[in-house]
């Protein structure tokens, strides 16, 4: 099992950048894929970004060039740096991870975009 804690989401202007933190419980060397989702208000919850354990990043056409997923092995995170955010990025942005085909979630943390 692994548990998985947000940080770094806030209120921020169209334009503006943040980046989140998703800290695990332990060593994601052996995660296979850690990502990133979001659910905005009376919306499904939708894929983001994901990282392999290999380095192998893939994101959603509408976040692609503008958001950046990374991976630290050594402090057991992944990051996702986000930059010319807009106002329909807000949303509760939770992050997962896969391990041995289970799905574990962290709790959430808000992002607000302004315009």
């Known amino acids: 099992q692994v548990q998985l804690v947000e940080s770094g989401g806030g209120l921020v202007q169209a334009g503006g950048s943040l980046r989140l933190s998703c800290a695990a419980s332990?060593?994601?060397?052996?995660?296979?894929?850690m990502g990133w989702y979001r659910q905005a208000p009376g919306e499904q919850r939708e894929w983001v970004a994901d990282?392999?354990?290999?380095?192998?990043?893939s994101y959603a056409d509408s976040v692609k060039g503008r958001f950046t997923i990374s991976r630290d092995n050594s402090k057991n995170t992944v990051y996702l740096q986000m930059n010319s955010l807009k106002p329909e990025d807000t949303a509760v942005y939770y992050c997962?991870?896969?391990?041995?085909?289970?799905?574990?979630w962290g709790q959430g943390t808000q992002v607000t975009v302004s315009s």
């Open positions: 990282i392999t354990s290999g380095g192998m990043t």
């Open positions: 997962n991870a896969n391990l041995y085909g289970s799905g574990y």
């Open positions: 332990r060593s994601i060397v052996r995660i296979n894929v």
